[in-house]
């Protein structure tokens, strides 16, 4: 069975920085990509930063230049470090995964889509004040 758990966020000042990180178990990261959505609107999410199927990455205009993504194989770990945090960063932030070789990272989606090869994290409140 494969799980994501997600750990870090909670509050920071806006200009500070906070990083999450999402542990996978059940799956191997040479045949999956991981990354992180946050809600926008109901039960809408858009894309953050993401993992490509040859580990490059993708990050959200919103973000470029502010967070990072990051993998360590080892520990099946995924990291979102967020730098230069702004009060529009506020959001509920998912770690998502699926295999390699099924598409892109779509730039929107539902917040834990019933996809049938999407699994999602439990969710972390992150939240800037200004």
């Known amino acids: 069975e494969v799980q994501l758990v997600q750990s870090g966020g909670g509050s920071a000042p806006a200009g500070g920085s906070l990083m999450l990180t999402c542990t996978a178990s059940g799956l191997s990261f040479a045949d999956f990509k991981l990354s992180w959505f946050r809600q926008i609107s109901g039960n809408g999410c858009e894309l953050v930063s993401g993992?490509?199927?040859?580990?490059?990455?993708v990050s959200g205009d919103s973000v470029k230049g502010r967070f990072t993504i990051s993998q360590d194989n080892a520990k099946n770990t995924v990291y979102l470090q967020m730098n230069s945090l702004k009060s529009e960063d506020t959001s509920v932030y998912y770690c998502?995964?699926?295999?390699?070789?099924?598409?892109?990272?779509?730039?929107?989606?539902?917040?834990?889509?019933?996809?049938?090869?999407?699994?999602w994290g439990q969710g972390t409140q992150v939240t800037v004040s200004s």
């Open positions: 998502a995964a699926k295999p390699k070789n099924t598409g892109g990272w779509p730039p929107k989606t539902t917040c834990k889509n019933s996809v049938s090869y999407y699994h």
């Open positions: 993992l490509t199927d040859k580990d490059t990455t």
